[in-house]
């Protein structure tokens, strides 16, 4: 270096894009393991809940770019997890997963906030077309 020139601090290397946040509430741990694995492909860091309590309090650390929730749960069912998280943060995509979607009616799926539901079992590719209209997933390759 020469003389008369001090070296300045060394720039920090640049942080990595943060990763969007998706929080998975499913009291059947093979469904919620297989959407955690599914939306960690897709690009997203995904926190589990057992059930509705749990997803409630998980929901409160805040940062959710997404939620998806099972319908029957013990201690809360999804629906009211949904209107429980709507008073937190009425903008949040929250999408209900059920077997037994026939039973609501769409005016009751609004009520709750739901954004989006799915019927299961459902395919993969649904669930990545709307994680890809909330541009929150890569276009398939």
Not at 2 to 8: A, I, R, T
Not at 28 to 46: I, K
Not at 51 to 60: E, Q, R
Not at 91 to 107: D, E, K, Y
């Amino acid at each position: 270096m020469p003389e008369g020139q001090e070296k300045g601090p060394v720039p920090a290397p640049p942080t990595p894009p943060r990763r969007p946040r998706a929080l998975v509430v499913d009291d059947d741990a093979a469904v919620r393991g297989l959407l955690m694995t599914f939306l960690r492909q897709q690009g997203l860091d995904v926190t589990p809940a057992p059930d509705g309590p749990a997803g409630l309090a998980a929901f409160a650390a805040g940062g959710f770019a997404l939620v998806l929730l099972d319908l029957d749960m013990p201690g809360m069912d999804g629906l009211q997890l949904a209107q429980a998280i709507r008073r937190q943060d009425p903008a949040v995509p929250i999408a209900l997963l059920s077997g037994r979607l026939h039973t609501l009616t769409p005016q009751r799926l609004a009520q709750a906030g739901i954004t989006r539901a799915f019927a299961k079992p459902f395919a993969l590719h649904e669930l990545a077309a709307w994680l890809r209209a909330l541009a929150l997933a890569p276009p398939p390759p």
